[in-house]
């Protein structure tokens, strides 16, 4: 597995950051450990190729975060 950290757009409460972690893992089987940071606006989790990374960026796309890598 590969960890990558994404900088989310829109993720301004406790109430997005419960979206994120609820929705992520459940939408895609291929990534774990979903950590969403409030203050500095990430998220980082682990997955299984670059498919479920674009997955997840789609995924949070569709749920009003759009994200971008960020090292």
């Known amino acids: 597995m590969m960890t990558v ?4 757009k829109n993720m ?4 997005c950051v419960n979206t994120i972690l609820g929705n992520l893992p459940a ?7 979903v950590k969403a940071d409030l203050v500095t ?4 989790f682990d997955y ?3 498919n479920d990374l674009e997955l ?3 995924k ?3 749920l ?3 994200a971008e890598k960020w090292d």
């Open 27 to 33: 939408s895609i089987k291929g990534i774990a450990n």
């Open 56 to 58: 997840a960026l789609a």
């Open 12 to 15: 301004k409460c406790m109430g």
């Open 5 to 8: 950290k994404l900088k989310v």
């Open 60 to 62: 949070l796309n569709e």
């Open 48 to 50: 299984d190729n670059d």
């Open 64 to 66: 009003g975060y759009p």
């Open 41 to 44: 606006q990430t998220v980082t």
